[in-house]
């Protein structure tokens, strides 16, 4: 497989960073990551717009225009031509003279194999735990992971797949996933602040309002434990039911109706996506 | 220069590590940092000892003992020869599979030349500017500096050294430094909970109290306030008087006279220590 790196493509075995990068001694580093289908990546315009607005707030310059990134993204994978995979896009504080200021950053594009979520997830459901904290510039897509790593153990040991953060009584959004909760109306509510705005939580706010209508609002604990069903989205999971959050069960232990209605409309949009971007504008 | 990057002295700019690594893709890594003078490693066991903590807490394994790390250290100080420096231990969450789960840590140890601070620093002493903030697994010395290198405009606008975070109306720490206040009684205080525990700071509470009483509490941003005089350690800094806190004028906007008390104190210290320790154990 082969990656981009400071304006060259080499092969991702090859690729190395020196040891004085801002990103890897200070953590100060950006990036986005969306999938590809069939050579095609999938919501490219909104995932370079966010990685575009993540280097404007840390002040990172991007040497290139949206579009001549785009260009390196649609030749790379054509040069790779690894149909079900993910495109990562990083850029780094770059290697700093004292070891604290960005310098001129480093742009780092690979792609590299993804594998499906099983099957039982969106049979079954999933589970998860909460934990107090806000993550940093958290409109920012960082490279901060920290808090979330650290807490792999106690996320295993209570058989989740992840962890809901929440602060002040807010709850805000997971690792890597937006979060939504179905209240006892039907209506459907997502945080609306301290979150990453999430291209799949976009799209779900898009879809034709017919059947459901979703709104961007403070979520509580309490909303939170009062829901009738929950789910979470993102790039690789699309919209993943909850079923369980620490000691509360949702929608009787299984995935709920609306989830699964908004999953079947969310993929039916993807596919129409798909093909009317089936060939490279 | 050269480092040792993985069981191997190697210049440092030869010094690479492949772009999977966890702490350049998911800010998960840990580090270090101590003074070197006349080739001796200031207050090596404190650093050792912190770094192994820090790699307890984040599950991320050193494959030496502390014995055999500072031997590492003390040949690469002997193999360099560079008089006024710092050494970097800096551990890392590895070339992970699925860009998310730690695997087997790199480990990197830098010598890099430091420059002192400017004299004037410690006769006209320094502005500071205050931000609400609790940096993540605080007693661990973590690579996560984003909040503070992002707050660098600021601080440049302000006039300001840096940023002292505070939380619920508690300070906590610097960016790189802790902090202490001299109350009106002359009675010292220092925050004692969701800090990096520094090794000066740890130095500073052990001083012999003969002529100041120096405890560690909650200090509220009241009693930062009404301090009469404020200053912060650092390995780099050392004692480092503060004048100003956003609007707030300590000492008549001067250093104050314990703190100047404390600075000489604490290098006398030092001197005896590096004195006890000048030849190699």
């Given amino acids: 497989m082969h990656c981009f790196i400071n304006g060259q493509f080499v092969s991702i075995q090859e690729a190395r960073l020196g040891i ?72 780094t504080g770059g290697y700093s003279e004292d070891a604290y200021t960005p310098a001129s950053p480093n742009l780092v594009i690979t792609q590299e194999p993804i594998k499906p979520l099983d099957a039982s997830v969106y049979q079954n459901g999933v589970a998860l735990i909460t934990h107090e904290f806000q993550r940093e510039l958290p409109t920012v897509k960082t490279t ?14 209570a058989k989740a797949m992840d962890v809901l953060y929440y ?26 602040a301290n979150i990453l705005p999430g291209v799949t939580r976009k799209n779900i706010l898009a879809l034709p309002g017919e059947k459901f209508k979703v709104e961007e609002s403070v979520v509580t604990l309490d909303d939170l434990r009062k829901a009738k069903e929950v789910f979470i ?38 596919n129409t996506w798909l093909t009317d971007h089936g060939v490279n504008p």
Same sequence: chains 1, 2.
Wanted: charge should be positive.
């Fill in 167 to 192: 602060t002040q009584g807010h709850i805000t959004e997971l690792t890597r996933s937006n979060i939504f909760i179905v209240q006892q109306d039907n209506t459907i509510k997502t945080p609306a």
């Fill in 233 to 270: 989205t993102s790039t690789l999971k699309k919209v993943v039911p909850v079923i369980k959050i620490d000691e509360t069960i949702y929608s009787g232990g299984k995935p709920g109706t609306v989830t699964l209605a908004l999953l079947e409309q969310f993929e039916a949009f993807e």
């Fill in 20 to 91: 004085r990068d801002l990103a890897l001694l200070r953590g100060y580093g950006i990036f986005d990551f969306f999938r590809v289908k069939d050579n095609i990546p999938l919501f490219v315009d909104d995932h370079i717009d966010r990685f575009f607005r993540s280097s404007e707030i840390t002040r990172l310059p991007l040497p290139y225009t949206k579009r001549a990134l785009k260009d390196l993204v649609l030749e790379l994978i054509e040069l790779n031509n690894a149909h079900r995979s993910g495109i990562r896009l990083l850029l």
């Fill in 144 to 157: 901060g992971y920290l808090t979330g790593i650290w807490l792999a153990d106690k996320i295993k040991a």
